[in-house]
């Protein structure tokens, strides 16, 4: 079955995986809904293996997209556009002079081929797009096609949703013989008004409960209503208010298990159906690359920069987090995805506290493949909100041609890129990571005569002297074994491959470790598929902490994994493996207590240098 990939918007500690929790609660109840609708009239009687058949392959979609997705947090479940098409193929095929001759089970399997091989073909397809890069293709869709596509969709389940209530297809005479049926309007009354609340209370609150909540609620509701008029549950099965009965043994079983079903099926009625099954193929294209939209949240302190913090620093950062947040958006922004953004702003600021607090506003662009025009209005009310409110808005990685409009919206009235005297302003850069670092220098800058933060003790070779050294001898031997060295800016510190014989303290000056990660990519400009390599680069900044410490303490030959360079000219210290050795054979205490220091800094190092690594290459 054609499935969509959705991705939860990660909330800092675990929105995202709320909305996950919710979709799949509902995703079962959605896949016995869309079998309700494919399996109707005379596939009643198949109705419980069709349930069988959804719900495997709903799972079957999650399992593989939660073990192989690229994006954290993603979760698969059956697409609706493509599950109404189905069901207007399995009255196609119903509708087949040959078909009447057949047995119920023949009639059966044969939708179940029908529904097997488009399922492979929309695979095949999403597979190829997957394989070429070609997501983005739906930026060339126009705004018209798009509209129709999800009012179509629309039209499409609302009829199906109709038919399965009553029992008989929309049309204007049919919805009068509904009205006057008391058996069938106690059906399709229900139905419209749980629709209602269920838009309604998804909207108001946006928890991964309120879904299954709501079903839980909806259906006790239903039989208390029921039992006030004397039905009782046996009697609403009766009345065609309840699914069922199932005939025994209707499970559902996969056609490749159970091979005579292959012999039974009417192949003719199947490939009839190619054209059909090409368009649910081409709509369900559409439909995932309109879904797969992501929007990640994060605080200050939990997304953070390159820059490399003191401790009172990183304290405060996090201290700040609640009034700052940072986006980061994924794929095709139509007026879908762009309300999903607005409603996280509102939420945002909902929540940010005191109007005083300064709030700062940072979206990020590297993801997003293309806009639609219909999207634009909602940044221009984003730009609004953060006008009305003093946010700064900082945006980044938005020089794609495809965005200036909306780089227009946000900047509003202003064609400024800075806000000297007052608290709103839009700021633009090139990347997340400077647009992080000046959120973070702006938020320091304001704070920073608070206690703690400019007193806060940075490391220096005394205190790190102090805290080993128990004698003035350990200290005359501390000092020879660590050699003063002078960085000058544009010096080469070491090369990527180097021989890693030594650590360093960069204790004034600032340096630069540059990581290259080759990737693997698919050079489509030109129509070729052959492979082109390329290159993400991080730069570390390294200033006031050791460097070489990983090399120097996995294993003395391990070379260097990055370029290092100096930027601004300041002091250090060298400690090589020769004078380890020395101050071992003279004073081993003293070795002993040096090590244990340099190890709990570079254990602090690697945390922090793995966070980065995971939030640039992975996030």
Known sequence: MPSKEDVGAGGGEGQGREEVRGCRGAGLIFAVSYATLIFSGPLELGLSEGIG??????????????LLSSLPGAVSEVQDGPSALFGIMAASILADPEMLELSASEQLYTVEAMLAVTTVICGS??????RLQLGNIIRFLPSP?????????????????????????LDPATLLDVLQDPVRSAALGPGVVFGAAMTALSRWNKQWYTIPTTLLGGTAIYFAALSTQGVSPQGAMDLGLLLGPFPEGGRFSPMLLETAKLDQVLWRAVWDQLPRMITVAGLGTIAILLNNTALETFECGKLCSTVQRS???RAELLARGPSTKAIVLQGFLFFGTAYGLLDLVKGNLADAGAKSQQKYLLMDFRYVVGIDGSALSIFKKISAMARANNIMLILTDIGKPELEPVLTELRGESSRNVGEDEDYCVREFEDLDRGLQWMEDTILSRYSNRAGLDNAESLSFKSIMSSVCKSEDDEAQFRKAWRYVQFQAGDVVCRKGDFADRIYFVETA??????SAP??????SSGSNDKQPSNTQLNLPIMNNFLGAVGFYSNFGTVRFADVVVMKTGS???LTKEA??????ANPDLAIRTHMVLAGHLSETIIARNKLLTQYYQT
């Open 53 to 66: 058949l959804l719900v495997f392959a709903g799972a079957t979609n999650a399992f593989f997209v939660t």
């Open 125 to 130: 397809l999403f597979l190829v797009l997957g």
């Open 145 to 169: 096609v798009i509209g129709g596509f999800l009012a179509g969709s629309g039209w499409v389940l609302g009829c199906g949703a109709f038919q399965v209530l009553t029992g008989v297809k």
């Open 311 to 313: 401790a009172g620093e």
């Open 510 to 515: 600032e340096l630069s470790a540059s990581i």
């Open 519 to 524: 990737l693997d990519e698919e050079d489509t």
């Open 572 to 574: 250090g210290y060298v």
């Open 580 to 585: 380890v050795d020395l101050m071992a054979e």
